[in-house]
């Protein structure tokens, strides 16, 4: 079993989206939805590869993989005996020009969104 690191960018970002969440919905709400994140995170720990590689997906070199969870994207880096959370971004943002400079967003994605 791996051991699994958060970030303290990733850290951070749970915070403020606890604060968020408490302060647009309520402390149930941001519980079941840190919880959610953490449990799916936690299922890195032996099944480290059932994210999604970044590289395959976009055809770059690259060694992160992601996770979709409960409307965020968790970027992770998979190591010798760890799991490393290396960020964490909303579903809304576009993660792949905020790492590697190209836009990962589709037509279909901008034309929804409306961005």
Known sequence: MNKLIYSPIV??????????LTAHF???TAARV???IMA???????????????AEVYDIDTNYWYL???????IYRIEPG???????F???EDFMMKLFGISGRTQE???YWGE
């Not at 799916?40 to 970044?54: H, P, Q």
């Not at 760890?82 to 964490?88: F, G, H, N, P, S």
């Open 11 to 20: 850290r951070n970002k749970l915070k403020a989206l606890k604060s968020w």
């Open 26 to 28: 309520d402390a149930d």
């Open 34 to 36: 840190l919880t959610g």
């Open 40 to 54: 799916d995170a936690d299922r890195l720990k032996e099944y480290e590869k059932s994210g999604t590689n970044i």
């Open 68 to 74: 979709f969870t409960h409307q965020h994207y968790l």
């Open 82 to 88: 760890k799991v490393t959370i290396v960020q964490m």
């Open 90 to 92: 909303h579903e809304r």
């Open 109 to 111: 994605s901008i034309d």
